[in-house]
């Protein structure tokens, strides 16, 4: 699914400072005005991710919907080009 991937970090809940040891990256894919069918299609794709454990995909975290758009949390995958 195409969306804007964001980079995030775990906030440290005893300082609230960001914890910069650990990147994620936050898709938001807008769902909003999509049919039923399409909505379950990238909800089941999520699904899907939180199953696979593999060294060269990327970890799935969490996801979420919020004000018509899923967010997919997933760990950074760093040392690209």
Same mark, same amino acid.
């Given at each position: 699914a195409n969306g804007t991937a964001y980079l995030a970090f775990r906030r440290d809940y005893i300082t609230g400072q960001a914890d910069k040891e650990h990147k994620y990256v936050i898709k938001k894919v807008f769902i909003g005005s999509e049919t039923v069918l399409a909505k379950s299609a990238k909800? /089941?794709?999520t699904q899907l991710l939180a199953?696979? /454990?593999?060294?060269y995909i990327v970890t799935y975290e969490d996801c979420f919907i919020e004000d018509g758009h899923l967010f997919v949390a997933m760990e950074f995958a760093g040392g690209g080009p």
């Amino acid at each position: 699914a195409n969306g804007t991937a964001y980079l995030a970090f775990r906030r440290d809940y005893i300082t609230g400072q960001a914890d910069k040891e650990h990147k994620y990256v936050i898709k938001k894919v807008f769902i909003g005005s999509e049919t039923v069918l399409a909505k379950s299609a990238k909800l /089941r794709e999520t699904q899907l991710l939180a199953m696979i /454990r593999h060294p060269y995909i990327v970890t799935y975290e969490d996801c979420f919907i919020e004000d018509g758009h899923l967010f997919v949390a997933m760990e950074f995958a760093g040392g690209g080009p």
